[in-house]
């Protein structure tokens, strides 16, 4: 197994998370893209950390803390999904059309 | 060529072996399971107890705040892994207060979710 | 050790009090307690900061957290914004009810984190600090009376931000791969070679499009005029001033990693200023209300700021963090008019703001003073932070961008003088007197002394600028 293949795995998952931040329809398979692409971003210091700077713990501990920060960004984002779902009644982002933007 | 059984030989075989054992129990009813098709077919449950009413319905919203919390204070835990890896390398107070600042933190986020009343059933 | 600890002091401050506030929202479970105490705790934060103004060195770990000129001088502003809007959230009436007590913790949190990362010098802690402010203002935005727009807004920001905060995350993961380290100096001190690689330049081109995210520049814009129009006052008064100066905060220090001769670089930055301007001030002009013309506003100062870091020269860097800064002061005049007009949270549009200068002429003067310095207007500060933004281009032989941003300028003071006009010109259907609660005149007062401050003696705004300049390594 080769540095590239990693690089090469991280970034389809990049790439599947940044099409379902742009293509998909409904919020949650927004955030699914979002935590996709943390996914691959932390993939991607895992194998840098293991083949070119080679320290045993700098990959590790930057994993650790994404994770946390995804588990904190989902929360916040799943709870204001609810609140969109309870005065909407729907999440699909084609209703979300009361604002211009 | 020598057959030799590598590492990675063993992971594509395990691979395979997963596909394989996925795949079994969607091809081979397919094959072998009678094509008939009755009123009840199309039911949740084909055998058992009638289903009442539709399945969709809406889960009650504090499902979703016990998710929430649940999804935050499970992932802090990962925070005390590094922790566990040096526990036994000898014993400096600054440690223990670094471990109950952090600790601390999360209970008060426990009582704040109390406080607020998250965890009366609505 | 007790020495470099204090050097920790304003962060510090800011978090205890945010925890202290948390827990007198716990206990008291009464808004006005939760108020006083983030009010008592602001302060101690612009005390804090004032005092630690010129403290240097290194608290933590070598290398992960800088205290040097650049970031005292972003944390003052900041703890300044801090209790500007803090002030301006005393009646929080656009609030929804339930969330009214614990809304100034968040205002804490987000300046807590927002300090904290204009000091980091690690890529990992930087990331940290920027989601922690990030989660806080997702919050602030969501907590509308209106909980239609308002959550429509705030859903369309936590997925942008979200979306931006990891494509920051994916270009650091490829300036680590390329460089080996995660501190900025280590980065910067790698070799040309490395440093000219096309990996770490896609690195550094991820990295920033997540931070222009922050700064609202223009591809990366869309969450603004909807977040700005459907969030509470209060929320976007933080959003539109503090989070921009921690955001031209940190764009300067990574851009000082990069190598000055990148034309790629350079011209990138150069057409991303460019069509900022042009696209916030011509979609400025055909607003109605008057946050989401604000919002267009913040696009167009997005790109004027970007012509001084764009130079990444010293006098270029140090225009940019003087326009930031002036920038705050300038912003927060305004949004105190919206907060003050808009009770309850109703929206603010040019009807709102007729007769207002004999509703409440001191509302009337600042909205003519935040304007005008945000239009550029001679005794006005920002006419300053022009006049050096456009003087640092010329130095480096930007002749055709001052051009065009001088164009801009032109047309920016047209949408600006309509608002002053439907303020100072048409009559309101009644006279009647606009009270405006003593915290938020105190915090309009505070605002336009700032204002006229810089504006009448920029000099020694500039020499802290371009000593932050010299912190941070500018060339």
New interface residues.
């Given amino acids: 197994m080769t540095l590239e293949i990693w690089l090469l795995f991280a970034a389809v998952l990049f790439a599947f998370g940044i099409y379902a931040v742009v293509a998909r329809r409904n919020l949650i398979a927004v955030l699914i893209g979002v935590e996709l692409m943390l996914n691959a971003a932390s993939l991607n210091f895992m194998a840098f950390n293991r083949f070119v700077a080679t320290d045993p713990a700098t990959g590790q501990i930057i994993v650790l803390f994404i994770m946390g920060l995804a588990a904190a960004e989902v929360a916040i984002a799943l709870s204001i999904v609810v609140q969109v779902f309870r005065s909407r009644g729907g999440i699909r982002t084609d209703d979300l059309n009361e604002l211009k933007g | 060529m020598e057959a030799t059984i590598g590492p990675?030989q063993l992971l594509i075989g395990f691979l395979l072996l997963g596909i394989v054992l996925g795949a079994a129990p969607l091809i081979i009813p397919r094959l072998i399971s009678p094509r008939y098709s009755g009123a009840k077919t199309d039911e949740t449950y084909e055998c058992g107890v009638d289903t009442i009413g539709s399945s969709w319905i809406r889960f009650s919203?504090s499902f979703?705040l016990f998710?929430?919390?649940f999804?935050?204070f499970?992932?802090?835990v990962?925070?005390l892994?590094?922790i566990a890896v040096v526990y036994d390398q000898g014993f400096e107070w600054r440690d223990l207060v670094e471990v109950t600042m952090f600790l601390g933190?999360l209970t008060?986020g426990i009582?704040?979710a109390w406080?607020r009343g998250v965890f009366e059933w609505r | 050790m007790p020495a470099d600890f204090l050097n920790f002091l304003p962060e510090a401050t800011t978090l205890i009090a945010a925890l202290f506030a948390l827990v007198v929202a716990m206990v008291a479970n009464n808004g006005r307690a939760t108020w006083w105490t983030s009010l008592v705790g602001a302060v101690a934060v612009v005390v804090t900061s004032a005092m630690g103004l010129s403290s240097q060195g290194e608290p933590f770990f070598p290398g992960i957290y800088q205290v040097d000129a650049f970031s005292q001088l972003m944390k003052i502003a900041l703890a300044i914004g801090l209790l500007v809007v803090t002030l301006l959230a005393s009646r929080r009436d656009g609030i929804r009810q339930v969330a009214r007590g614990d809304y100034p913790v968040f205002l804490l949190l987000a300046t807590a984190g927002m300090m904290i990362l204009v000091s980091a010098t690690e890529m990992l802690t930087l990331f940290v600090a920027l989601e922690m402010s990030a989660y806080a203002l997702y919050v602030l935005a969501a907590l509308g009376k209106r909980a239609d727009r308002g959550s429509e807004a705030a859903a369309k920001y936590v997925v942008f931000g979200g979306a931006a905060s990891a494509v920051s995350l994916y270009g650091m993961s490829l300036i680590y791969g390329t460089t080996g380290t995660t501190y900025l100096a280590a980065i910067a001190a790698a070799p040309a070679a490395v440093m000219s690689s096309p990996m770490f330049m896609v690195g550094l081109f991820l990295l920033l499009a997540g931070l222009f995210f922050k700064l609202a520049v223009f591809p990366f814009h869309s969450w603004a005029p909807d977040v700005y129009e459907a969030a509470p006052h209060e929320s976007v008064a933080f959003i539109a001033t503090a989070s921009k100066v921690a955001a031209v905060g940190v764009i300067a220090r990574v851009l000082c990693l990069a190598v000055p001769d990148s034309e790629v670089l350079i011209t990138t930055l150069l057409i991303l200023c460019v069509v900022s301007m042009t696209f916030g001030n011509l979609a400025a002009i055909a607003q109605r209300d008057i946050k989401r013309l604000l919002a267009y506003s913040t696009i167009a100062h997005a790109g004027y700021i970007l012509i001084g870091l764009l130079t990444l020269s010293h006098t270029g860097m140090s225009a940019a963090i003087f326009y930031g800064v002036i920038y705050l002061a300038m912003g927060l005049c305004a949004f105190t008019v919206v907060c003050a007009l808009g009770a309850d949270g109703a929206p603010v549009t040019f009807d709102s703001l007729a007769g207002l200068h004999k509703r409440s002429p001191f509302l009337g003067a600042l909205l003519l003073v935040g304007l005008f310095g945000l239009a550029g207007i001679p005794p006005t500060p920002g006419f300053a932070g022009k006049w050096f933004l456009f003087a640092a281009a010329l130095e480096q032989g930007h002749f055709w961008l001052v051009l065009i941003a001088a164009i801009n300028a032109t047309i920016s003071l047209y949408y600006y003088l309509i608002v002053v006009k439907a303020a100072y010109t048409t009559e309101a259907a009644d006279e009647e007197a606009l009270v405006a609660p003593t915290a938020v005149l105190a915090a309009g007062g505070l605002s336009m002394a700032l204002v006229v401050y810089f504006g009448l003696f920029p000099g020694e705004l500039w020499t802290m600028a371009e000593a932050a300049a010299t912190a941070i390594g500018a060339r």
């Fill in positions: 990675y919203v979703y998710a929430l919390i999804v935050a499970e992932v802090d990962l925070y892994f590094p933190i008060l009582f704040y406080r």
